[in-house]
């Protein structure tokens, strides 16, 4: 009897939680769940280590080309996180409360800002992700490896998202890895026109 009476008090435990709105956290890591965004053509896991999220940009581009993030791309990666229990609380965050996890959208500075500037003076949680144009995450992984693992890991990106090796050939800076990275600009090229000019890149249209 004793027994019954404690499991039915748990239940109305229970029943008050859910009437209260209180949810748990999915049993599945979150780190995995967020795969499903790499079913999307638009958008890719480009680096699950740094925890940043590539938005489709274009196919080609010119050295004078704006590289941010448009109204259009950062609508495609809300209605895709929409599903994994994320709502826009900001212009530049997009937050699972439940889960606190956030996606930081870099802020707009200036029409000449370098790439490399967009998430180097952010403030990011452990937890939390970027989402940026490939040219940004390319920018960040020249950042943040070794040369030969970043041209690894920028191979890996522009064959699915391509990325403006011109504007990047521009802003790159006086450090070693910098001038290393620029040897491999060519072969970068080379890479990315022979993913272009193939499908399923080929036909791919800009989101605007």
Same mark, same amino acid.
């Given at each position: 009897m004793i027994g019954r009476f404690a499991s039915l008090l748990g239940r109305g435990r229970s029943a008050g939680e859910q009437e209260a709105g209180t949810v748990s956290a999915p049993a599945v890591p979150f780190a995995?769940?967020?795969? @499903?965004?790499?079913?999307?053509?638009? /958008?890719?896991? *480009?680096? @699950?280590? /740094?925890?940043v999220i590539s938005v489709f940009d274009d196919l080609r581009y010119d050295r004078a080309d704006l590289d941010i993030l448009t109204g259009?791309?950062?609508?495609? *990666?809300?209605k895709r996180l929409v599903p994994l229990g994320f709502r826009q609380v900001s212009g530049s965050v997009f937050e699972n409360r439940v889960e606190d996890i956030r996606f930081l959208l870099p802020k707009f500075h200036a029409l000449g800002a370098s790439p490399f500037d967009a998430t180097r003076y952010a403030t990011r949680r452990e937890q939390d992700y970027f989402i940026l144009t490939p040219t940004q995450c390319a920018c960040l992984m020249v950042d943040s490896y070794p040369v030969e693992e970043a041209v690894d890991r920028i191979k890996a990106l522009i064959v699915r998202h391509p990325i403006n090796l011109y504007r990047i050939l521009d802003f790159l800076e006086r450090k070693p890895v910098h001038?290393?990275?620029e040897g491999a600009i060519g072969h970068l090229k080379f890479v990315q026109r022979e993913a272009v000019e193939s499908e399923p890149l080929k036909s791919r249209r800009a989101l605007g």
């Amino acid at each position: 009897m004793i027994g019954r009476f404690a499991s039915l008090l748990g239940r109305g435990r229970s029943a008050g939680e859910q009437e209260a709105g209180t949810v748990s956290a999915p049993a599945v890591p979150f780190a995995e769940r967020v795969r @499903a965004l790499d079913r999307d053509p638009y /958008l890719m896991v *480009a680096d @699950a280590d /740094l925890r940043v999220i590539s938005v489709f940009d274009d196919l080609r581009y010119d050295r004078a080309d704006l590289d941010i993030l448009t109204g259009s791309m950062r609508a495609r *990666a809300l209605k895709r996180l929409v599903p994994l229990g994320f709502r826009q609380v900001s212009g530049s965050v997009f937050e699972n409360r439940v889960e606190d996890i956030r996606f930081l959208l870099p802020k707009f500075h200036a029409l000449g800002a370098s790439p490399f500037d967009a998430t180097r003076y952010a403030t990011r949680r452990e937890q939390d992700y970027f989402i940026l144009t490939p040219t940004q995450c390319a920018c960040l992984m020249v950042d943040s490896y070794p040369v030969e693992e970043a041209v690894d890991r920028i191979k890996a990106l522009i064959v699915r998202h391509p990325i403006n090796l011109y504007r990047i050939l521009d802003f790159l800076e006086r450090k070693p890895v910098h001038q290393t990275f620029e040897g491999a600009i060519g072969h970068l090229k080379f890479v990315q026109r022979e993913a272009v000019e193939s499908e399923p890149l080929k036909s791919r249209r800009a989101l605007g």
